[in-house]
């Protein structure tokens, strides 16, 4: 049988570093809001809609003609969006226009843009 990753060959813990890495990990609360924060960027959907307004704001009518989807389903990971703060909107008369919410944003998906990339 194959395996799929390796193990040590012995069982051997190096207390040292066990102590050190448990000092300077996360709050078990942090790491759930984390965890809850990526799980975002599992949805392609949403993806495709952060990556439309990349460079630019767009209306739920643009957004939803881009992605060749109707406006409900848009407005719907819209709201998931926005409640991540991921991304923000605002008003001009009768029509919302949606950007990303800051430019850790685009860093983000450039970060994963460039793992996904990487040889």
């Given at each position: 049988?194959?395996?799929?990753?390796?193990?040590?060959?012995?069982q051997?813990?190096?207390?040292?570093?066990?102590?050190?890495?448990?000092?300077?990990?996360?709050?078990?609360?942090?790491?759930?809001?984390?965890?809850?924060?990526?799980?975002?960027?599992?949805?392609?959907?949403?993806?495709?809609?952060?990556?439309?307004?990349?460079?630019?704001?767009?209306?739920?009518?643009?957004?939803?003609?881009?992605?060749?989807?109707?406006?409900s389903?848009?407005?719907?990971?819209?709201?998931?969006?926005?409640?991540?703060?991921?991304?923000?909107?605002?008003?001009?008369?009768?029509?919302?226009?949606?950007?990303?919410?800051?430019?850790?944003?685009?860093?983000?998906?450039?970060?994963?843009?460039?793992?996904?990339?990487?040889?």
């Amino acid at each position: 049988m194959k395996k799929d990753i390796e193990v040590c060959e012995i069982q051997c813990i190096h207390e040292k570093d066990v102590k050190e890495v448990k000092e300077k990990m996360m709050q078990d609360e942090l790491i759930l809001d984390m965890a809850e924060f990526f799980k975002v960027f599992g949805d392609a959907t949403r993806v495709r809609i952060m990556y439309s307004l990349f460079d630019k704001e767009m209306c739920v009518c643009d957004i939803a003609a881009v992605l060749e989807m109707n406006q409900s389903a848009i407005s719907h990971q819209l709201r998931i969006l926005k409640a991540k703060r991921l991304v923000k909107f605002r008003r001009d008369g009768k029509i919302i226009y949606y950007s990303l919410d800051d430019d850790h944003v685009k860093e983000i998906l450039d970060k994963g843009l460039l793992h996904i990339k990487h040889k």
